[in-house]
């Protein structure tokens, strides 16, 4: 049912380019189909770098609002991570509203697929929270505009190790700006979701001699990965003041909040999880004053980026770890930025890659 009556509330908060976190956002598609039930978001925050790519999340979001905001700041968190990491990408991304478990199908990821390639390669997808490399091979039958797609399909496979690679060598930078050396071995770390990226940082840093705790809110997945790894576990949401050494979001965005950020008692927090702080400027500068040293998220998880990119230039997986591993410069550079500019990091590598997007358009406008 369709009506011509615009709700007076709405019109007040004029909520399309003034509200939510639209900023100066490119194009938002909205992508709606009754047959298989799609209903998904894409966003494209940013092209002057290239084209816009990042992954696609399917979400039991709590409203299409909810959604839309999501997309909103993820796919403007894609142009800053490539544009620091030195891609010539834009910043995209796309979220699906619907329960991966029980509403994914083929039929949806194809239907989806065919909206990703009306866009002509503006926007290119990959995985995200609620995908799998197997999503991407049914997305790779009706669009060449997609990545992350299985090594026997010619493609570079699952991002996540790859991403949890960089945000363990983005840690250990952290650890080496707050304690003088970059070993792990006995920091005390919490793992805040234990899932593709999660499980394989858990194995990296135990590996080096971490004591590792690891909360979920999928408990069968907490029970399984505690009997693998022999980790403690905790439950529910009492994590954030955990007396610990390292803090690494792994889950979904914005757990650095008004809520949670006077609990924290961590020195360190790197992680993988997108958009960690819910206000970057307000909760930047709080960790600062706190002392925490906090690894810009953007930065230290572009592993799965760097690695997807690959599959646009001829895949290597050598080259991709290699350029991944340069994250743990990188993040050493921002701490050194940081204290010398008196900035938060989270300020010192926005600058930095805000002034890579202007110099293109400089150039590109001469
Ligand atoms: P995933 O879906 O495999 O795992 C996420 C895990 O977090 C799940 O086990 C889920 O149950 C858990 N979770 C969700 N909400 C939680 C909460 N409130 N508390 C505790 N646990 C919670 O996703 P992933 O691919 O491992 O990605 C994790 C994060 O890293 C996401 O924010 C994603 O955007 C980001 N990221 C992933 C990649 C990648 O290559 N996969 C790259 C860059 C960034």
Redesign the pocket.
């Known amino acids: 049912m369709t009506s011509n009556i615009i709700n007076n509330d709405l019109i007040k908060k004029d909520p399309v380019f003034g509200q939510l976190s639209f900023d100066g956002h490119e194009q938002i598609v909205f992508c709606n189909d009754e047959d298989t039930g799609l209903k998904a978001i894409i966003g494209i925050h940013n092209t002057v770098l290239g084209p816009a790519l990042g992954?696609t999340?399917m979400w039991t979001y709590q409203s299409e609002w909810h959604a839309l905001n999501d997309v909103l700041r993820l796919s403007r968190g894609m142009t800053y991570k490539s544009a620091i990491t030195g891609l010539n990408l834009g910043g995209g991304k796309a979220v699906i509203i619907g329960d991966a478990k029980t509403q994914k199908n083929d039929a949806l990821m194809r239907k989806f697929g065919e909206f990703v390639n009306s866009m002509s390669g503006r926007y290119i997808t990959a995985?995200?929270?609620?995908m799998e490399t197997r999503d991407m091979d049914i997305i790779r039958e009706v669009t060449p505009h997609v990545t992350g797609i299985s090594e026997s399909n010619g493609g570079s496979g699952n991002?996540?190790p790859v991403?949890a690679f960089g945000v363990y060598m983005g840690m250990k930078a952290a650890v080496k700006h707050k304690f003088g050396s970059d070993s792990l071995d006995g920091k005390k770390i919490l793992v805040?979701?234990?899932?593709?990226?999660?499980e394989t940082l858990v194995k990296l840093v135990s590996d080096e001699g971490a004591q590792v705790i690891i909360?979920?809110?999928?408990e069968n997945?907490l029970e399984e990965l505690s009997k693998k790894y022999n980790m403690n576990v905790i439950l529910g949401n009492d994590i954030y003041n955990l007396d610990l050494d390292i803090y690494a979001p792994?889950?979904?965005?914005a757990?650095i909040n008004d809520d949670t950020i006077h609990q924290l008692n961590t020195k360190v927090i790197a992680g993988?999880?997108?958009n960690q702080l819910a206000d970057e400027v307000k909760h930047g500068r709080i960790l600062k004053e706190k002392g925490i040293a906090y690894a810009p998220d953007f930065l230290i998880?572009a592993?799965?980026?760097i690695n997807v990119y690959g599959e646009l230039e001829g895949y290597s997986k050598e080259e991709s770890l290699k350029k991944t591993e340069n994250i743990y410069n990188t993040t050493l550079e921002i701490f050194k930025l940081s204290e010398k500019e008196n900035i938060t990091t989270h300020r010192a590598a926005f600058n930095i890659a805000q002034k890579r997007i202007d110099n293109r358009k400089k150039e590109k406008n001469s």
Do not use: K
């Not at 792994?250 to 965005?253: I, R």
């Open positions: 992954g999340r995985e995200d929270v609620g991002p996540s991403t805040q979701g234990v899932g593709h990226v999660g909360n979920d809110i999928n997945r792994c889950a979904l965005g757990s993988a999880a997108n998880n592993g799965g980026i």
